[in-house]
């Protein structure tokens, strides 16, 4: 009986001290209406708790938002105002603070929120929701109070919603997918840039997170200035709904606006000025299963249309050489018609070289025959068999250093390297052996680069995928996003399947070399003379080479757009560097077969490039020291490298090099002041040092953010240059293009105008925020499928196959030219 009294007094006790009428904490509940405004005042001695109702719907959802505004200009303390739902708590203070970079404070005395709706199983239901008002201020604190319904809170396909948000009153909104649309693409739009805003996409529960400081929690989120745009698939969402959260951040820096200064206090609270900023957002659905296929067969038809182009043109030319065969069989032919069929002289471009007259030609009368002209040209004379010895020995026997097919007058290199006009002869003494297994290795290093360089990255960028996919961080990777295409895993199908050109067309390529390689392994067999002593010697170790560099190229293009961004950039252009560098080696190798770089000191060079393309993309950006040292670097590489074409290798870089540059000088310059020995090399690297001298100049002045791209300028202004030189120089010595090389550059030269059109279109930049990178993206404009730089990839990969062939063909008119008549330059 004692603890029952004990316990009702205290009932007592504490009702009388939560009454009105005691005056001590007094709480008061008012029935609220929408719509309407309530000017109020708090203190710490009386709450409020306004109580609201609404009919919710199963079939329609209605937006409510709670809007709130300080008019207290100081308060001791914030006011807390506490929304209590059916499912869900929603609480918020004012003034509200929200931290910006580096922990600055920001106050902000007006507040507007929405409320979350969760769907309801009920065809309709009236649902109660509570707003209380409170504080520990003492004093009393005016506010307002306003909830409202929210218009078109349910957005509509293709229709667009204007609205304003600002840092305390996000906005956000709900879509549902109609039936039959799977895949819809949100867009926010903005005709400001700042203040920066975040777009996200959430999923229908409570609390929904749309403030800036936990917008990132769940969901798909990016940054914007005037433009954002995400893919959203139906199969992530299983409420077949979302929200479109749009959220305006505290500070500019992310959206790469000026840097705010630091307070001058820890707890100072800083004003934020107007950060008020009205968008547009708008739902469309994106492309069904059918686009996808049609994209996927006109990509595979346009690169296996070369496949079968290039099999009919084998076929007409294999009908070609079999009616030159049938011609052996024609009574009225002459026996030196004959024996040019068969493949034993040289046509039209005889030179005194082989005489008609017989009905055959001996080993030893082409012996004759050959040796008759190295009066004019310095032609040494070997015999056929010398040349054909031992070719069905091991290779793996033979070393370079073994022995010298020089002769003994000319044993030393110098003798020969030297003279004032030199023949392809004269630099194409090396056993083939020993040269194709040194052009061989080539091949076999990038072979096995590729493997090496390939694995990692395909690991680090499925990393990157995954990271996008589970944090929901749309700034990490830098696509075109309103024409990214997710299929799977991969948020950009599109951009890695437009790389399937590089991979297709580098395959055929590597299949036109090997039809060739086998047919001159065959000619060597049969002792055919032009395949012996006629042409541009036949190395095709560069050849494939240049092959596997185009695929591998199409491979890491596809692992780089997976997530393309400024830390894998190296990835897409690692092996255009190659490229552009084995392009050059071959053009040099096909005049100097016998001195061209060994594959380990030009792998070691182009190591060197990708070394300092790293560290450019690292440190590069406004360093000073970084562009002084490269530039000079460069520079001094330049003048290395044109002192080895113009010498022919014949000089040495050790202690002597400055008493031989000083003796030069005085004989050359100042005791009888003679021209250039060798004119032509000389127009060369005179022009290509002052290219390349002005790029140095450029970039210390400039210094471009994009030093890769720098990089590979500079790589592809002098492939430009040399390739120019290399046909003028043809043409000038008397010789000819044939039709077919004719046709390739100009078919690439076309090819390669509109490809570098659609490249500087410039969909997206890591070069700046992400941000703004997406204030350049642009809507699909091939097949609704591809954007530009799609077909940046589609015709890029066409323009490097068909320079390949240029490479491969250029200089098919000498194969029946005697090599001491082929002039080198």
């Not at 002084?628 to 330049?638: E, Y």
């Amino acid at each position: 009986m004692l603890g029952f009294c004990w316990v009702s007094g205290w009932l007592v006790l504490m009702l009388g001290f939560w009454s009105p009428v005691s005056g001590r904490n007094m709480v008061i509940q008012r029935d609220a209406q929408f719509d309407m405004t309530y000017d109020d005042v708090v203190t710490s001695d009386n709450q409020t708790i306004y109580s609201y109702n609404h009919t919710v719907s199963r079939n329609k959802t209605e937006g409510v938002r709670v809007s709130v505004e300080l008019l207290s200009e100081s308060a001791a303390s914030p006011v807390l105002f506490v929304v209590r739902q059916k499912q869900a708590v929603l609480s918020f203070q004012v003034p509200l603070i929200l931290r910006g970079l580096y922990q600055r404070k920001y106050q902000y005395t007006q507040v507007g929120r929405t409320l979350c709706q969760p769907p309801t199983k009920a065809v309709a239901e009236t649902q109660f929701f509570f707003v209380d008002v409170s504080t520990l201020s003492s004093a009393g604190i005016q506010f307002q109070l306003r909830v409202s319904r929210v218009d078109s809170f349910t957005l509509q396909t293709d229709k667009k919603f204007s609205f304003n948000a600002t840092p305390s009153q996000p906005q956000f909104f709900k879509y549902v997918f109609p039936d039959g649309v799977d895949t819809v693409i949100v867009k926010v739009n903005s005709q400001k840039n700042f203040p920066c805003s975040v777009m996200s996409i959430q999923d229908i529960l409570c609390p929904v997170f749309d403030l800036d400081n936990n917008v990132a929690f769940i969901g798909m989120y990016q940054t914007m200035t005037t433009r954002a745009a995400i893919t959203v698939q139906r199969k992530d969402f299983p409420s077949n709904s979302f929200y479109v959260v749009v959220v305006v951040k505290t500070e500019d820096e992310a959206c790469g606006g000026p840097l705010r200064f630091y307070p001058l206090l820890p707890d100072e609270l800083l004003d934020p000025g107007n950060r008020s900023k009205t968008l547009d957002v708008i739902v469309s659905p994106a492309i069904n299963s059918e686009v996808y296929v049609m994209g996927m067969l006109f990509c595979l038809g346009i690169f296996l249309s070369f496949y079968l182009l290039t099999f009919l043109m084998a076929c007409v030319e294999n009908k070609r050489m079999n009616r030159k065969r049938e011609g052996l069989l024609n009574p009225d032919a002459s026996p030196a018609e004959t024996a040019s069929l068969l493949g034993k002289a040289v046509s039209p471009y005889e030179y005194g070289s082989f005489a008609d007259n017989g009905s055959t030609l001996s080993s030893e009368a082409i012996t004759d025959s050959l040796a008759s002209t190295d009066g004019n040209y310095g032609y040494i004379d070997r015999s056929l068999e010398s040349v054909t010895r031992s070719r069905h020995e091991s290779l793996s026997s033979v070393e370079e250093d073994d022995y010298d097919t020089l002769a003994d007058i000319d044993s030393d290199k110098n003798i020969v390297r030297t003279k004032k006009f030199l023949c392809v002869s004269d630099l194409a003494r090396k056993d083939k052996r020993i040269l194709s297994k040194k052009y061989q290795i080539y091949f076999w290093n990038i072979a096995t680069i590729a493997v090496f360089y390939a694995l990692p990255v395909i690991q680090l960028v499925i990393t990157y995928q995954t990271v996008v996919n589970v944090t929901g961080n749309q700034d990490i990777c830098y696509y075109n996003f309103l024409c990214a295409h997710p299929l799977g895993a991969l948020s950009s199908f599109n951009n890695i399947l437009s790389n399937l050109g590089y991979v297709l067309l580098g395959l055929l390529f590597l299949l036109i070399v090997l039809q060739r390689d086998i047919l001159h392994n065959r000619a060597l067999e049969r002792h055919d003379t032009h395949a012996l002593e006629c042409g541009i010697p036949k190395h095709f170790g560069l050849y494939y080479a240049m092959g596997t560099a185009l695929m591998m190229e199409g491979l890491l293009s596809a692992c780089y757009h997976v997530c393309p961004n400024y830390t894998n950039f190296q990835f897409d252009t690692s092996f255009m560097y190659m490229i552009a560098g084995l392009c050059m080696l071959k053009l040099y190798q096909k005049r100097h077969p016998d001195i061209n770089a060994s594959a380990y000191s030009a792998y070691a060079c182009l190591a060197a490039v990708i070394f300092f393309s790293v560290l450019g993309v690292v440190f590069g950006k406004g360093n000073t020291v970084f562009w002084i040292v490269f530039s000079v670097i460069h520079i001094l590489a330049t003048m290395l490298l044109s002192t080895q074409l113009y010498y022919m290798g014949r000089w040495r870089l050790d202690s002597g090099i400055v008493r031989r540059i000083l003796n030069v000088i005085y004989t050359d310059c100042i005791r009888q002041c003679s021209g250039p020995m060798y004119i032509d090399r000389m127009v060369l690297l005179v022009m290509g040092n002052i290219v390349n001298w002005s790029l140095a100049a450029y970039g210390l002045i400039k210094r471009p953010n994009d030093f890769a791209s720098y990089l590979l300028a500079i790589g592809i202004c002098n492939l430009l240059l040399y390739f120019a030189f290399y046909i003028i120089m043809k043409l000038r010595s008397g010789e000819r293009i044939k039709c077919l090389a004719l046709v390739c550059i100009l078919f690439t030269a076309v090819v390669w105008g509109f490809a570098l059109f659609f490249f500087f279109q410039g969909l997206s930049t890591w070069q700046k925020t992400p941000a703004e990178s997406r204030e350049h993206n642009r809507e699909c404009i091939l097949l609704s499928f591809f954007d530009d730089h799609d077909i940046w990839h589609f015709l890029s990969s066409i323009a490097m196959f068909g320079s390949f062939l240029v490479l491969l063909t250029m200089d098919d008119d000498l194969d029946a030219v005697q090599r001491d008549k082929i002039y080198v330059f």
